[in-house]
């Protein structure tokens, strides 16, 4: 089994299994679900209940030039209506600098997402028209399946990223800080 089919396993087997066709539903335009919600269940599946990191939120990213919050907040309210007790935090990478002080511009939502801070939160999902699985993988899958806690590219220097990395160790010991440089990846 590969290490996709393995991540589609696992999160089919979660909650993500019930809000990613309903994400899907919003039509969003090119849009991912990623960051905590995917790495939390794959870690907590891995790890079990040493692992006390939960799904805190479900950031789902899209990119559209012409859009505006509306969007935004459409979206969050729809997924809030049918999933009361979980958070939604929906952003449209394509103004995420407009409103986000310090934030580059990104050119894709993919792009976007290769910025986030970790190897193992920069992974994305979606099921797209036809029910099929997708994965965004930039950095691969292999930090998020060994429970290593490595910067990206950008943050290598980021003690927001450091300050990150110390509450996901304190809430799951079983977790690894690997600090790497650009060569690294």
């Given at each position: 089994?590969?290490?996709?089919?393995?991540?589609?396993?696992?999160?089919?087997?979660?909650?993500?299994?019930?809000?990613?066709?309903?994400i899907a539903?919003?039509?969003?335009p090119?849009?991912?679900?990623?960051?905590?919600?995917?790495?939390?269940?794959?870690?907590?599946?891995?790890?079990?209940t040493?692992?006390?990191?939960?799904?805190?939120?479900?950031d789902?990213?899209?990119?559209?030039?012409?859009?505006?919050?509306?969007?935004?907040?459409?979206?969050?309210?729809?997924?809030?209506?049918?999933?009361?007790?979980?958070?939604?935090d929906?952003?449209?990478q394509?103004?995420?600098a407009?409103?986000?002080?310090?934030?580059?511009?990104?050119?894709?939502?993919?792009?976007?997402?290769?910025?986030?801070?970790?190897?193992?939160t920069?992974?994305?999902?979606?099921?797209?028209?036809?029910?099929?699985?997708?994965?965004?993988t930039?950095?691969?899958?292999?930090?998020?399946?060994?429970?290593?806690?490595?910067?990206?590219p950008?943050?290598?220097?980021?003690?927001?990223?450091?300050?990150?990395?110390?509450?996901?160790?304190?809430?799951?010991?079983?977790?690894?800080?690997?600090p790497?440089?650009?060569?690294d990846?």
């Amino acid at each position: 089994m590969n290490i996709q089919t393995s991540l589609k396993i696992i999160l089919a087997d979660s909650i993500i299994g019930t809000v990613l066709p309903e994400i899907a539903l919003l039509d969003l335009p090119n849009w991912w679900l990623a960051g905590g919600a995917v790495r939390n269940t794959v870690w907590h599946s891995i790890f079990g209940t040493e692992c006390g990191l939960v799904i805190n939120d479900f950031d789902i990213a899209f990119f559209d030039d012409g859009g505006n919050r509306s969007q935004e907040l459409a979206a969050k309210a729809t997924l809030t209506a049918q999933f009361p007790d979980y958070v939604f935090d929906i952003k449209n990478q394509s103004s995420f600098a407009r409103w986000r002080d310090g934030r580059r511009t990104y050119s894709s939502v993919e792009d976007g997402i290769k910025d986030w801070l970790h190897t193992a939160t920069a992974v994305g999902v979606k099921i797209d028209t036809q029910g099929e699985w997708q994965f965004f993988t930039p950095y691969g899958l292999d930090d998020l399946f060994a429970g290593i806690i490595r910067p990206t590219p950008a943050h290598t220097h980021n003690p927001t990223a450091d300050k990150k990395a110390s509450g996901f160790l304190e809430k799951c010991s079983c977790l690894r800080l690997i600090p790497c440089s650009v060569k690294d990846l």
